[in-house]
């Protein structure tokens, strides 16, 4: 193999925690190697590795096609992927992705307006290293030299703090949008800066988003939720212009109503937090907050129309799922989840009888009463429920009891809207 730009750092020229790395990720390259062929970590591990973080999974790139992986792993392993195939391998209790060196030959690959439809073109690890988006991210670790591979002059721009595009940016924005996705991602979630040039080539390119299969959207916005701290990342792709186009109705309405764009702050701000604290975090959560500022406006039409409160938020929860699909095509089980959250808000309005313990052991009452905080926020007239559902949690079953029959509940007739 001849490569020029070939940056190695032996063992003793690098710091990466060799102990950090998963014995499962170590076991699969060795046994790939034993069978004659190239096995590396590769990628977002390397990268995390380097800046002291614990990457949460450890890709491998290989020589080996996903049959010959299939051929040495046997029932641990699934060939997965139909725009990238690869292999899955199972081993302790998680998964590994064995990927197969990428061929850059663009002749090959099956391309639709400058985009990349299927890439299943194998190569060398040279060419491989060139099609990965990032410099950081074209990184592969030797474990019998134990050393680096750097492709891309990667470790020189993690030192620096850079996120840098390897190629033409234009080229690879269209051939992979979501490539910009994943800059804002990796911006806020590593602190690695994007340069001005950057910046502009992601706001050209926004439209191209449009053409990305909008379950895949989907999935990425998601990771970019989750990526520990969305409150950077969602005023970077408002900036970027990008918000428009994962969440349009809601990019129309934050520039102009300062509460709602707090509220998203807030929300965001939340599970940055849960997730620096180690708590847990649903994908409902979020799409729930960031569509609620659609929902609101549709169910209070509807509602003005006559229609009952429970019936319009079912009809305005479809109307807005219905919508999104254009844009970000919001999985059926999250839907549900989201229909369950915003359902709930309605129950919550009724504070006495024994619905209210129907209420408060609904699998998704935790995250409906933190969504019903978080509304509080920017509704004072939520303090009254606010501060009932919050008390219940602390009560005996006896004051629960007497608080929801007690002679001196009102059954009044309450206003049953959100
Ligand atoms: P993380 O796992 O923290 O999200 P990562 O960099 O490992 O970060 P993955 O989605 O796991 O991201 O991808 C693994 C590697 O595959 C990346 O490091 C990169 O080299 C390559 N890669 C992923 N997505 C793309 C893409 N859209 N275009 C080019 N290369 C990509
Ligand atoms: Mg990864």
Not at 359 to 371: E, G, K, Q, S, V
Not at 396 to 416: A, C, Y
Request: charged share 25%.
């Amino acid at each position: 193999m001849l490569n020029q730009n070939l940056i190695t750092y032996h063992k003793s020229e690098h710091r990466l925690p060799l102990a950090e790395i998963s014995s499962a990720a170590k076991k699969i390259i060795n046994k790939l190697v034993e069978h004659g062929f190239e096995a590396y970590l590769v990628g977002g591990a390397i990268r995390d590795l380097l800046l002291g973080l614990h990457p949460k999974d450890f890709d491998i790139a290989t020589d080996a096609t996903p049959e010959d992986i299939k051929n040495i792993f046997k029932g641990r392993c699934r060939i997965i992927g139909r725009r990238f195939r690869l292999a899955h391998v199972y081993m302790g209790n998680s998964i590994y992705e064995v990927a197969t060196f990428r061929g850059s030959d663009p002749g090959d690959r099956v391309m639709k307006k400058g985009q990349i439809i299927r890439d299943n073109v194998f190569g060398t690890i040279d060419q491989d290293a060139i099609r990965r988006d990032f410099t950081c991210n074209a990184l592969y670790f030797d474990l019998q030299e134990e050393s680096i591979l750097d492709f891309a002059a990667g470790v020189h721009d993690l030192k620096k703090g850079e996120l840098k595009l390897i190629g033409n940016p234009n080229k690879r924005f269209v051939e992979d949008p979501v490539r910009m996705l994943r800059a804002v991602r990796f911006h806020a979630k590593l602190g690695l800066t994007l340069s001005a040039e950057m910046r502009q080539h992601i706001v050209n390119n926004r439209m191209y988003l449009r053409n990305v299969p909008t379950a895949r959207l989907f999935d990425e916005t998601i990771k970019m939720f989750h990526c520990g701290n969305m409150e950077i990342a969602y005023k970077e792709l408002l900036e970027l212009k990008l918000f428009e186009i994962l969440f349009p109705a809601a990019a129309q309405i934050v520039p102009k109503q300062k509460q709602w764009h707090d509220f998203l702050i807030q929300a965001f701000s939340n599970t940055d937090d849960r997730l620096r604290n180690g708590l847990s975090i649903t994908p409902v959560f979020l799409t729930a907050c960031v569509l609620w500022l659609e929902f609101l406006p549709i169910y209070h039409q509807i509602l003005n129309s006559g229609k009952n409160s429970h019936d319009a938020l079912h009809d305005a929860t479809t109307q807005v799922m219905v919508n999104q699909r254009e844009h970000l095509m919001v999985p059926k089980a999250i839907q549900n989840g989201v229909r369950q959250m915003w359902m709930l808000q309605l129950r919550f309005k009724k504070m006495f009888g024994k619905g209210v313990y129907s209420t408060l052991h609904h699998p998704r009452f935790r995250a409906a009463y933190d969504f019903l905080l978080l509304r509080n926020t920017v509704d004072d007239k939520l303090n009254q429920p606010t501060e009932f559902w919050t008390n219940i949690q602390d009560m005996s079953p006896e004051g629960i009891k007497s608080l929801i029959f007690g002679k001196k509940v009102k059954r009044q007739k309450i206003n049953q809207e959100l």
